[in-house]
Nanobody, 123 residues
Framework: VQLQASGGGLVQTGGSLRLSCAVSRRDISNYAMGWFRQAPGEEREFVAAINWSGDGTYYADSVRGRFTISRDNTKNAVYLQMNSLTPEDTAVYYC?????????????????WGQGTQVTVSS
């Protein structure tokens, strides 16, 4: 599975961005998907995840209420809508996929990763 994340950029505090993750597989309906982020000098951390059907979503406490993960299996894509951004959200954001993730809230649970997209929030 190949993943391509896009949509990052520079935004001011309080602004919004929508990240997209395009998946190479013809059918992603049986894959769980996740978004993670990594700031300079930090470990990769969980942001959000969504199960294969889309009716189960999971969020890190730091983004709950501000970020929304969604998927469109007809377009083989997953999205992360990010609102009320703060400088603490600055990081490279990665999308991940796995058919049978051992966990949805840790990077260890996902086997396939995209190349990342940079999100920078200015104060």
């Amino acid at each position: 599975v190949q993943l391509q994340a896009s949509g990052g950029g520079l935004v001011q505090t309080g602004g919004s961005l929508r990240l997209s993750c395009a998946v190479s597989r013809r059918d992603i309906s049986n894959y769980a998907m996740g978004w993670f982020r990594q700031a300079p000098g930090e470990e990769r951390e969980f942001v959000a995840a969504i199960n294969w059907s889309g009716d189960g979503t999971y969020y890190a406490d730091s983004v709950r209420g501000r970020f929304t993960i969604s998927r469109d299996n007809t377009k083989n894509a997953v999205y992360l809508q990010m609102n009320s951004l703060t400088p603490e959200d600055t990081a490279v954001y990665y999308c991940a996929a796995d058919r049978y993730p051992s966990t949805l809230v840790s990077a260890d649970g996902f086997g396939s990763w995209g190349q990342g997209t940079q999100v920078t929030v200015s104060s």
